[in-house]
């Protein structure tokens, strides 16, 4: 089995890569390094069966070629992090929309099975106890940046199920809800790595708003294990799915969790949304998924619990923080 992984430098996608390797597939990674970083592929790189391109998902004639090349594709790539898209929110559009809409063409030209990734921003500010995967969106203003990239990860949905419904082609999107592991950065706004690399660094650690809004936290091996289940079934196709986790906690919990587990001196400290992010920043009061479709079409059961994927994420982000200052890299401390 041959799968393309666009944004396979990044985060999940590198994590995915690797699993494929071991699994004896050939992986072909594209991405441009925007947020992603060679060093991530460091264990596979030289393999045989792997090879990495740089290059934008949003040129056609390269995703074309590469589609040639495949026969399959999980399509990570999008521009991530809630600082970034604040910042940056016509490029977040242009390459969340721009980027489905080639992968997808490009795909269906083959007649190549896709898993898009989509996201649980996708559900908004929904009030329901746990987010089911039919529940309505209730986005916030377009005067509010942060909704761009809810709005462009809903248009990627719908352009995945519309490939499904009219030409038959085997799409399925994957809703992912905070996803963690080694390897994450918090430089664009990843809560979990931002915590861990300022409690390591002495702290404070900074937790935007009062604390009390509340996510889950999803092990990356369950989330990768999850979107192969998921583009290998084929029932799951012209479907939806929330991936994640169901266990929650408070930002605030999460915050002295961290602190605990590095340092019980440290200090935490409160920023308001309107200095972390923008001017009237609208956060979400909870954001838990209903797993019971993803459990029911592949068996999916979270395996990992929040203090054992921590210990591991402040392994990680200590050996990285201790190998910059050994490399003398200072500034390379700064975006974890
Ligand atoms: N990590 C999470 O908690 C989470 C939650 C919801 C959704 N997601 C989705 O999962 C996917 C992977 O996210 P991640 O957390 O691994 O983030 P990431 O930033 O580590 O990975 C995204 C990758 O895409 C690459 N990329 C961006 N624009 C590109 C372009 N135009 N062409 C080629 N490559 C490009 C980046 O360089 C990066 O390697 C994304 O689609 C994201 O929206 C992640």
């Given at each position: 089995?041959?799968?393309?992984?666009?944004?396979?430098?990044?985060?999940?996608?590198?994590?995915?890569?690797?699993?494929?390797?071991?699994?004896?597939?050939?992986?072909?990674?594209?991405?441009?390094?925007?947020?992603?970083?060679?060093?991530?592929?460091?264990?596979?790189?030289?393999?045989?069966?792997?090879?990495?391109?740089?290059?934008?998902?949003?040129?056609?004639?390269?995703?074309?070629?590469?589609?040639?090349?495949?026969?399959?594709?999980?399509?990570?790539?999008?521009?991530?992090?809630?600082?970034?898209?604040?910042?940056?929110?016509?490029?977040?559009?242009?390459?969340?929309?721009?980027?489905?809409?080639?992968?997808?063409?490009?795909?269906?030209?083959?007649?190549?099975?896709?898993?898009?990734?989509?996201?649980?921003?996708?559900?908004?500010?929904?009030?329901?106890?746990?987010?089911?995967?039919?529940?309505?969106?209730?986005?916030?203003?377009?005067?509010?940046?942060?909704?761009?990239?809810?709005?462009?990860?809903?248009?990627?949905?719908?352009?995945?199920?519309?490939?499904?419904?009219?030409q038959g082609q085997r799409t399925v999107v994957a809703r992912f809800f905070n996803t963690i592991g080694p390897r994450q950065?918090?430089?664009?706004?990843?809560?979990?790595?931002?915590?861990?690399?300022?409690?390591?660094?002495?702290?404070?650690?900074?937790?935007?708003?009062?604390?009390?809004?509340?996510?889950?936290?999803?092990?990356?091996?369950?989330?990768?294990?999850?979107?192969?289940?998921?583009?290998?079934?084929?029932?799951?196709?012209?479907?939806?799915?929330?991936?994640?986790?169901?266990?929650?906690?408070?930002?605030?919990?999460?915050?002295?969790?961290?602190?605990?587990?590095?340092?019980?001196?440290?200090?935490?400290?409160?920023?308001?949304?309107?200095?972390?992010?923008?001017?009237?920043?609208?956060?979400?009061?909870?954001?838990?998924?209903?797993?019971?479709?993803?459990?029911?079409?592949?068996?999916?059961?979270?395996?990992?619990?929040?203090?054992?994927?921590?210990?591991?994420?402040?392994?990680?982000?200590?050996?990285?923080?201790?190998?910059?200052?050994?490399?003398?890299?200072?500034?390379?401390?700064?975006?974890?």
């Amino acid at each position: 089995m041959r799968s393309l992984i666009t944004g396979g430098a990044g985060f999940i996608g590198s994590h995915l890569a690797e699993f494929l390797i071991e699994r004896g597939d050939e992986v072909v990674v594209v991405d441009d390094l925007s947020t992603g970083r060679l060093a991530n592929l460091d264990r596979i790189t030289g393999h045989p069966e792997f090879s990495f391109t740089e290059g934008d998902i949003r040129d056609e004639d390269l995703m074309a070629k590469l589609a040639t090349e495949v026969d399959r594709i999980f399509h990570l790539a999008a521009a991530v992090g809630v600082m970034l898209i604040v910042k940056r929110p016509v490029h977040t559009i242009e390459t969340n929309i721009q980027g489905t809409e080639i992968v997808l063409r490009c795909a269906a030209k083959h007649g190549l099975p896709v898993l898009v990734a989509s996201s649980s921003e996708v559900c908004g500010k929904g009030t329901g106890v746990a987010f089911e995967e039919e529940h309505d969106m209730v986005l916030g203003p377009t005067s509010r940046s942060r909704w761009s990239y809810a709005a462009s990860k809903a248009v990627d949905e719908f352009l995945a199920l519309a490939y499904h419904r009219e030409q038959g082609q085997r799409t399925v999107v994957a809703r992912f809800f905070n996803t963690i592991g080694p390897r994450q950065i918090g430089q664009y706004g990843m809560v979990v790595p931002r915590f861990v690399s300022q409690a390591l660094k002495g702290g404070p650690i900074t937790v935007f708003g009062d604390g009390t809004q509340s996510r889950s936290f999803a092990w990356v091996g369950d989330v990768i294990r999850a979107i192969v289940g998921l583009i290998e079934e084929p029932e799951a196709s012209g479907r939806v799915f929330n991936v994640g986790c169901d266990e929650e906690i408070t930002i605030g919990k999460l915050a002295e969790k961290v602190r605990d587990m590095v340092d019980p001196g440290l200090a935490i400290v409160h920023v308001p949304y309107d200095e972390a992010y923008e001017e009237g920043f609208e956060d979400l009061g909870r954001r838990v998924p209903d797993l019971t479709r993803v459990r029911e079409a592949i068996g999916y059961e979270p395996t990992l619990g929040l203090d054992e994927i921590l210990k591991l994420i402040i392994e990680d982000i200590r050996g990285r923080l201790d190998a910059s200052i050994r490399i003398d890299r200072p500034s390379d401390c700064g975006q974890w």
